[in-house]
Structure formats: structure tokens, C-alpha cells
């Protein structure tokens, strides 16, 4: 279908933000309720979107977001939860920091930290922290990912296994109802899997647009997670889960 010039102005916000409110956009474009849900609808049937109560999400399938759009969504909501990550984390200690735009958010704000020990499979932290003096590197070996520079492989899972730090600071692309942490590539799973079992506490950076969202491989349970950053509180549900579990929730 030929969209209109608001509905391509939804998709990129949509896009940028990961999610839509339906009141927010009526507000913006300065058009009533229901033809902003008109829109959404048309853009779901041909499936640029997923509507969710009051709004909507883009369409992500089975297939992930290309790195730069992942980049851009959420941007203050991820600078907020690696500010909070980051300030949970001491000096003269060792982390690992994994794949994934969040993570790579901790890393900016881990440049005053020092004597620390990043270890990571992610090329754009290791590049991120080259401005630490402060801070020893180590780079896992493995495939290298071009379209985002992660290392991802079997010599990758095998690397972490070396280790066993303070701290790991993970992401996820999605997270469902009961707390499972979901994503879409098992070669990157089976490193993320790694990772956990090499550390002392497991830190997950997480935004609330991840909440929903659906990924087909299974990574962990939040039951495996010493504290969750985010930016908005969980649903009573999950919250009730996570004080069960003895996970942390920090909401930046």
C-alpha cells in the first residue's frame, strides 16, 4: 500500500522510539483519535506495525532491527538506564560487557571508571573505551559481525569460559510476560549464556520497549539476573516474579 505522508512520519517515530501512543499522536498531527487508529491499523495490515493497547510497535517478527535503527530508538531511555547501570558498578574491578546498543551506552559512561577490566565480544565497546586510560581491554576472539560489529561463534563461547568477573552487562532483544529473556540469533545466545555463568552478578540493561516484544531463541529467566535497569516499572506480574527471584529492578 502507498502510505501517506503522516503515516511514514508514524513509522519513523515508531521506529526511533519503538512504540506509538495513540493520544501522543493525535496530539502532534493535531487530527483526531480515530484516525490516528485508522492509521495504525492500515500500517499494521500491511505489517510495518503490531498494534498493543493505546498504540503500537514495529513489526520485528523473527528477524531483528537493523543495528543503526536499533541505535537510534530509545536513545535517552538507554543513556538514563546505563547511567544508573554504571553507578552500580565500582572501581578496580572486572566486567564483561556483551552485544547490543544499550551495553554499548554502559561503555560511554564507564570512561571515568578506573582500574577496570573490560572483557567483550563487542568491537564498538572495545572502541568506545580505547579513551579510558584507566582501563584494560580484552577482546574476545570469533566471527566478526559487520553489520554490527559483534563476535559471535563457537571460539567466542569457549573465550568467556577463561574468565570469571565481577560483573557481566548484558542486553536482550525482547522479554515476555514470565520474565524470559528472548533474542533472535542462537550464536549470540549461546555467548550470552556464557557470559552469565562467568559472572559474580549479572546486570541486565533493558529498556520497557523490549517488554512484549517477541524473539524465537531463549536466553536466560530474569530469575538468573542479579538486577534488571530500565526505564519504566514492570507490570505488578513481573514485578511480583522478580521479588520472588531476589532480582533487583532499578528504574532510571
Not at 152 to 174: M, N
Not at 201 to 219: E, H, I, N
Amino acid at each position: 500500500m502507498a502510505l501517506s505522508f503522516r503515516q511514514n512520519e508514524i513509522l519513523e517515530i515508531a521506529r526511533a522510539e519503538g512504540r506509538v501512543v495513540v493520544e501522543d499522536l493525535a496530539q502532534r498531527f493535531e487530527v483526531t483519535l480515530q484516525t490516528i487508529r485508522r492509521d495504525l491499523s492500515e500500517l499494521a495490515d500491511a505489517g510495518h506495525l503490531d498494534r498493543v493497547h493505546g498504540g503500537a510497535r514495529p513489526r520485528t517478527g523473527v528477524a531483528n532491527l537493523g543495528y543503526v535503527q536499533r541505535r537510534r530508538m530509545n536513545e535517552e531511555a538507554k543513556a538514563a538506564i546505563a547511567r544508573s547501570c554504571a553507578a552500580a558498578i565500582p572501581e578496580n574491578c572486572s566486567i564483561i560487557l556483551n552485544l547490543g546498543t544499550t551495553t554499548e551506552a554502559v561503555a560511554r559512561e564507564l570512561l571515568g571508571h578506573r582500574n577496570i577490566t573490560v572483557i567483550t565480544n563487542n568491537m564498538n565497546v572495545a572502541n568506545i573505551l580505547v579513551a579510558n586510560e584507566g582501563c584494560e581491554i580484552i577482546v574476545a576472539g570469533g566471527a566478526l559481525r559487520r553489520s554490527d560489529g559483534g563476535l559471535v561463534g563457537e571460539l567466542t563461547t569457549e573465550f568467556f569460559g577463561l574468565f570469571k568477573v565481577d560483573y557481566a552487562v548484558i542486553g536482550a532483544s525482547a522479554m515476555d510476560a514470565e520474565g524470559d529473556l528472548l533474542d533472535f540469533d542462537l550464536a549470540e545466545v549461546r555467548v550470552s549464556k556464557a557470559i552469565i555463568r562467568q559472572a559474580r552478578q549479572v546486570f541486565l540493561v533493558c529498556d520497557a520497549s523490549k517488554l512484549g516484544q517477541s524473539a524465537p531463541v531463549r536466553l536466560a529467566s530474569l530469575q538468573e539476573v542479579t538486577t534488571l535497569f530500565t526505564d519504566a516499572a514492570l507490570p505488578d506480574g513481573l514485578a511480583n516474579r522478580c521479588a520472588d527471584w531476589g532480582t533487583r529492578v532499578v528504574v532510571g
